[in-house]
């Protein structure tokens, strides 16, 4: 059987829980694990604060009141998302504005953004689809006129980048996530990165159930008091243990999940040339590299139909290939809190035909080439095409 995902424990885990069990002796939050994760996210990405979460939906939350939502304030984002990119800010009475992805990249498409704009407007909300990065620069741009907020969905996108900088550092804010379905993990995990010094006061503050206690350790004032809304947004330092020893295994384990990528790609091509499938988008078909961290690979097959019956080929071969999502407007919340800005199309039409293969750190190569000989035979027996993409 080939699963769609294993998550990997890299082996200093356990020992780095042990450490903060035993030798530091304290598992709630903020303690030293958890300040040696935030190092490493500032370190390594460049921003200049980081601060742990449960998950990366605590972390929209956390972006969601520092950006001060108010009901009726409309937020833009995709409807191919993940349903926290959208809650987070419906639970500020928030309106979730959704647009348009565009066909390559399966990211939002920036040139409807300006369409999308009301008086309402306060933020949007890139999200970083497989780890590919969205047109950052028009984003910003935009945002800058309108005077908007950009909080980046980086839930899959750690250490990719866009134009050398890495994703969830360009807006204003950005979101990762570490659940077990990502490439780094702590079971459930998240971070927000504040790139602007201006949020990091209050955002010290909403981390800590709305009190003044960091500032009370580092000495600035002499108690600790309940100074604005707030909540436990900290993770314990078991969480923080296990996932700086995944923090450390970063890079090893990216370049594995892009050799992979890279493996599935140059044998789909033949496939995709004869237009059975669509393959991701990468930067340059010729050089045929991962662009971005490895996080997904998909294709994309001609019809539902057809993808439905190319999951249960693979299944009977012990392969667990899956799809998502169900677009967030055509979902029963999505239509109660949220609303549409143009048509749809690509987001409807794509949803249905993306199939993501197995891909993770400890896949063998033989089985990357076992999945695609699957897909082939499929396809020899199957006269369909698919439909151009672009
Ligand atoms: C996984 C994911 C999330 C949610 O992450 P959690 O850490 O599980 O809260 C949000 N947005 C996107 C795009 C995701 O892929």
Redesign the pocket.
């Known amino acids: 059987m080939i699963p769609y995902n294993r998550p990997f424990i890299g082996g200093k885990e356990l020992s780095n829980i042990a450490q903060a069990v035993i030798k530091y002796g304290h598992i709630s939050g903020d303690g030293v694990f958890t300040k040696r994760c935030q190092a490493w996210l500032q370190e390594t990405l460049g921003c200049p604060r980081a601060l742990l979460t449960?998950?990366?939906?605590?972390?929209?939350e956390m972006a969601a009141i520092l950006c001060d939502i108010q009901p009726g304030d409309e937020v833009i984002m995709p409807s191919y998302?993940?349903?926290?990119?959208a809650n987070a800010f419906v639970l500020r009475g928030g309106v979730p504005v959704f647009v348009d992805i565009r066909p390559d990249t399966l990211n939002m498409d920036e040139t409807l953004l300006e369409e999308a704009i009301t008086p309402r407007t306060k933020a949007i909300v890139p999200?970083?689809?497989a780890g590919v990065p969205c047109a950052m620069d028009e984003i910003n741009a935009i945002a800058k006129e309108y005077k908007l907020f950009v909080i980046e969905?980086a839930?899959?996108a750690l250490l990719s980048k866009y134009k050398g900088r890495f994703l969830g550092t360009l807006g204003h804010m950005g979101?990762l996530?570490?659940?077990e379905?990502?490439n780094i993990i702590s079971g459930?995990?998240?971070a927000l990165l504040l790139n602007d010094e201006r949020f990091a006061e209050r955002a010290e503050i909403l981390w800590e159930k709305g009190t003044n206690r960091k500032k009370f350790f580092r000495g600035e004032v002499d108690k600790y008091t309940w100074v604005d809304v707030g909540s436990s947004f900290l993770p314990s330092e078991i969480i923080a243990a296990f996932l700086h020893a995944q923090l450390e295994m970063t890079e090893t384990i990216i370049n594995k999940r892009c050799r992979l990528f890279d493996l599935y790609y140059s044998l789909l091509e033949p496939l995709a040339r004869k237009e059975k499938i669509g393959l991701p988008w990468v930067e340059n078909a010729l050089d045929r590299t991962c662009p971005s961290n490895g996080h997904i690979f998909y294709i994309v097959t001609a019809s539902l139909e057809e993808r439905s019956a190319l999951i249960e080929h693979l299944k009977t071969n012990g392969i667990h290939a899956v799809f998502h999502y169900i677009p967030l407007h055509s979902s029963p919340a999505g239509k109660k809190f949220g609303r549409t800005s143009g048509d749809l199309n690509f987001t409807t039409d794509l949803s249905d035909r993306v199939l993501r293969l197995p891909l993770f750190y400890e896949m063998a190569e033989e089985e990357v080439h076992g999945v695609v000989d699957r897909i082939n035979e499929f396809y020899e027996k199957s006269d369909s095409g698919v439909s151009r993409l672009v």
């Open positions: 449960h998950s990366c939906t605590a972390a929209l998302t993940f349903v926290s990119t999200v970083h689809y969905d839930a899959q979101t996530s570490f659940h379905t990502k459930e995990g998240g």
